[in-house]
């Protein structure tokens, strides 16, 4: 049956009757399908329309004809399916179907499949609409300038993986633009929200975002909550957040975060609030002092502030502003937060003691969990609060004044006499620059982790215990019990080390990782995305690479489960992709394709045997 003889039921009852004192009307949850013509042409006053968790799939031309002093519309939580179970998006009779609400303020089509020609709804739109959320709506695109002719102030669009990839999308709002959630849109770097000078709220969690540059710092500065959480960032060393001068709440969890050094923690002296917690990070006395700042902050604070907009509302509006959470939500995290003076009066592994008494810093962390903020103690492969590390700074009493003058006069000898001496070394580095680059990184990398272990140099009779050690990620625990195990071990009588049955107990993990390698004749790396995202495999293959090096073997298979692009690969693995040859696994091709894939995995592992003994006791 066509769109245009579709039989439009309900609500049949609403039509030929006026409602002129009606102004809000709550049509939720009716099993609504279709919005016909002249629904409410009665309801000339009505302000707010509820119309979320239905199945409306169609709406007639004329359905919101007469509403013309709509402000808000809910639209949310329409949910239509075809006869395969896939969302079906909601169909407009005509392009122009929104006409009449010429004063709309507020729309949400949140969880409601949405097409891209739905979208030339917004040209119907002026300078008085205010409110927006298109989130998990399926749309993939937005057009350039698109918002031009609005005012938004509130935009969600968060849950549409490349919706805000389009160059000037945002076109249009740097002068009104105050809150903006876009987690989960696929979005690698920050730079459309430049220059957006009205911003307050930035919600950004669960992107690809790496940098964070100080040239957008500084025109965000009516920033006040930045949420970064799940996102790739690094240590940095030049200042960022502080050029930011309203940034109160800052939320950097789950990055790739391993080192905290004095400028970040310089760079958090404008906080109030401060998320750090499940990054990977390598013990030093900056995160004692990370720690330290909010231990004292908690034990002076008397009361947490809120953190509220400078801008007023325009008009009444916070009646309609239900899907919209913005400053309730984020002060609501810092009203449960965990005071950490309260957590270290019960933890044990919570040292009381500050060192410092001079510290002018003053945010409260708010995520603290002693599991959540442990750091690794990289030569004893041990984990330790971050409450553990000794401070950086120490007592002026202790210091011995004229020693330190000394020292300093010696320091300024060595800084005229040691640049003469290196000039002519810089120059030849600088001419085999490219050779260098990569030697320094590796001999510094080696020099610090031989500190774990240092065995003699691997020799040919050198009896091993396993025939291959294998690192892998917990989400590819399933491929490697599965195919990889039957293939090798049932097949080809190959003895493999597995972390999960093979680690001796007791030991640290550093320990049995660098102990089964050495006992392995060769290290197998099984390489997918979700490895990439894992600390410890990142750190197992940073390990295999320099222990190869080391022990001066060549045996390192690379078995790729996916394509892995550019951007994606980390330093160390895009160097030995292109200096060693790597296999990859035929998920979708043909049974010939993988058995060829398992005929050649089996020769490069059993080639490294020798062929006069069978060096397996495992």
Request: aromatic share 10%; hydrophobic share 40%.
């Amino acid at each position: 049956m066509g769109y245009h003889t579709r039989a439009a039921l309900w609500p049949g009852g609403l039509k030929g009757t006026r409602f002129k004192n009606l102004r809000e009307l709550d049509l939720r949850a009716c099993a609504i399908t279709t919005l016909s013509t002249g629904t409410f042409q009665g309801m000339e006053n009505l302000e707010a329309l509820y119309m979320s968790d239905n199945s409306i799939l169609n709406i007639n031309a004329k359905a919101f004809s007469g509403l013309n002093n709509l402000v808000h519309l809910d639209m949310s939580r329409n949910y239509n399916y075809d006869e395969f179970g896939n969302r079906k998006s909601l169909m407009f009779e005509s392009l122009d179907v929104m006409d009449d609400l010429c004063n709309l303020v507020s729309l949400d089509f949140s969880f409601t499949r949405l097409s891209p020609i739905n979208l030339m709804m917004f040209n119907s739109f002026g300078k008085s609409f205010q409110r927006l959320s298109l989130c998990e709506t399926g749309l993939t695109k937005l057009r350039t300038n698109i918002f031009r002719n609005t005012s938004i102030r509130f935009l969600d669009v968060s849950g549409n993986n490349g919706i805000l990839n389009q160059y000037g999308v945002l076109g249009g709002l740097e002068n009104t633009l105050e809150v903006v959630y876009a987690a989960k849109v696929g979005l690698v770097h920050l730079n459309l929200f430049e220059r957006f000078k009205r911003l307050e709220i930035l919600n950004v969690q669960n992107n690809e975002v790496s940098v964070f540059t100080t040239e957008l710092a500084k025109t965000l500065e009516s920033l006040q909550i930045l949420d970064l959480d799940n996102n790739r960032l690094t240590t940095w060393t030049d200042l960022k957040f502080s050029h930011m001068p309203r940034l109160k709440y800052l939320s950097l969890r789950k990055n790739n975060i391993n080192m905290i050094n004095e400028n970040m923690i310089e760079d958090f002296k404008n906080l109030e609030y401060l998320g750090f917690g499940e990054n990977f990070v390598i013990c030093n006395c900056h995160t004692r002092e990370l720690f330290e700042i909010s231990l004292n902050a908690d034990r002076e604070a008397t009361n947490q502030s809120r953190i509220r907009s400078q801008y007023k509302e325009r008009g009444d509006m916070s009646k309609f502003s239900s899907y919209h959470t913005g400053f309730t939500s984020y002060n609501g995290i810092i009203n449960t937060r965990t005071n950490v003076s309260k957590v270290c009066e019960v933890d044990y592994d919570c040292d009381g003691e500050i060192y410092r008494d001079n510290i002018t810093i003053r945010y409260l962390l708010l995520d603290y969990n002693p599991t959540a903020y442990q750091c690794i103690q990289l030569v004893e492969g041990v984990y330790k609060s971050f409450s553990q590390p000794l401070g950086c700074d120490v007592s002026p009493r202790d210091v011995d004044f004229d020693e330190a003058i000394e020292k300093s006069w010696n320091k300024l000898l060595a800084l005229i006499i040691i640049p003469a001496i290196l000039f002519p070394v810089l120059v030849f580095v600088f001419i085999f620059r490219k050779n260098f680059r990569y030697f320094c990184i590796t001999v510094r990398n080696s020099a610090l982790l031989s500190m774990i272990n240092n065995d003699t140099v691997i020799d040919d009779s050198r009896i091993f215990n396993y025939d291959v050690f294998v690192s892998y990620c917990n989400d590819d625990r399933g491929w490697i019990l599965d195919q990889l195990l039957p293939h090798l071990e049932t097949n080809c009588g190959v003895s493999v080390c597995l972390h999960e049955r093979d680690f001796e107990v007791g030991l640290s993990i550093l320990e049995n990782i660098v102990s089964c390698m050495d006992r392995s004749r060769s290290i197998m790396l099984i390489i997918s995305k979700e490895f990439l995202l894992s600390q410890w495999c990142q750190f197992e293959m940073h390990l295999a690479q320099h222990r190869l090096l080391e022990t001066r073997r060549e045996d390192l298979i690379l078995v790729l489960l996916e394509e892995i692009p550019r951007r994606l690969r980390p330093t160390t693995l895009h160097y030995l992709m292109l200096t060693k040859t790597y296999i990859v696994y035929p998920s979708d091709a043909s049974d010939s394709a993988k058995r060829d894939f398992w005929r050649r995995l089996g020769r490069s592992v059993t080639a490294r045997r020798p062929d006069h003994e069978n060096d397996s006791l495992a």
